[in-house]
């Protein structure tokens, strides 16, 4: 909280997640409902609010170093909707430098390098004692800060494995077919060269798994698979 009493949240993200506008919208919704006393609420006694994202990716694509939204009228764009809410998206891979503070940037390209040259190569006094303070906390065993919570380190690590695994479950099905296809036109006669033309396929792979079936036509296509 600032002077003006107004509320900073501010989170870094490592990695790439379609999520993260939600996550902003979340982020929000618990921090309003923090500054609620209990019983009846008086909303007019909500603080500013800033959520503020930083991350070392573009998630809109416009080469931006910074996106701020503010809830605006959609039948008229002029008319702001005064919540006092405010998400800013920091992308610390920004190119558009010329609209951007010199010293914004600076901060952000040291997010990704935290070390005392790129701390001096600022220039910035704000930027050496920001990095002093990074250095204490880096140092310290008692303060747990954490760019993110380990409970949600597991749950990407889950997501991102479980997708691997669809990914590599896709592949395999489509190989599958494709050796049900080889092995039924082998048995018409046709040749490697003629069955990779008809299946639009490498002559090469097509050669492979040809040779491989004739090899074992014993073996169905998910046995042929782990010997290819």
């Known amino acids: 909280m600032d002077e003006e009493k107004a509320v900073y949240n501010t989170e870094m993200q490592q990695k790439q997640q379609s999520d993260l506008a939600r996550r902003s919208r979340y982020y929000q919704s618990m921090l309003d409902t ?6 009846v609420p008086d909303y007019s006694t909500l603080n500013p609010s800033y959520i503020i994202m930083i991350a070392p990716f573009d998630l809109f694509g416009y080469g931006r ?3 701020t939204f503010r809830a605006t009228c959609q039948e008229e764009p002029g008319c702001i909707l005064q919540d006092g809410a405010t998400r800013i998206f920091l992308n610390t891979r920004g190119k558009n430098d010329s609209e951007t503070s010199p010293e914004l940037i600076s901060f952000l390209h040291y997010l990704e390098n935290t070390t005392d040259e790129a701390a001096a190569h600022t220039g910035s006094e704000r930027m050496v004692r920001i990095h002093q303070r990074v ?3 880096k140092l310290s065993e ?5 760019y993110m919570q ?8 889950r997501m991102e494995a479980k997708e691997e695994g669809r990914t590599q479950g896709m592949e395999e ?3 599958i077919l494709l050796l049900k296809q080889i092995r039924k036109k082998l048995a ?4 490697a060269t003629e069955i990779a033309d008809m299946l639009e396929e490498s002559e090469d792979k097509i050669r492979h798994m040809a040779e491989t079936i004739e ?3 014993e073996m169905d296509e998910k046995e042929l698979l782990e010997v290819l």
């Open 34 to 39: 923090s500054l609620l006393e209990p019983g």
């Open 65 to 67: 170093y910074v996106y």
């Open 135 to 137: 250095q204490k906390v």
């Open 142 to 146: 008692q303060i747990g800060v954490k």
């Open 150 to 157: 380990a409970w949600e380190e597991r749950y990407y690590d």
């Open 173 to 175: 099905g489509m190989d």
């Open 188 to 191: 018409k006669g046709f040749t």
């Open 215 to 217: 090899a074992h036509p």
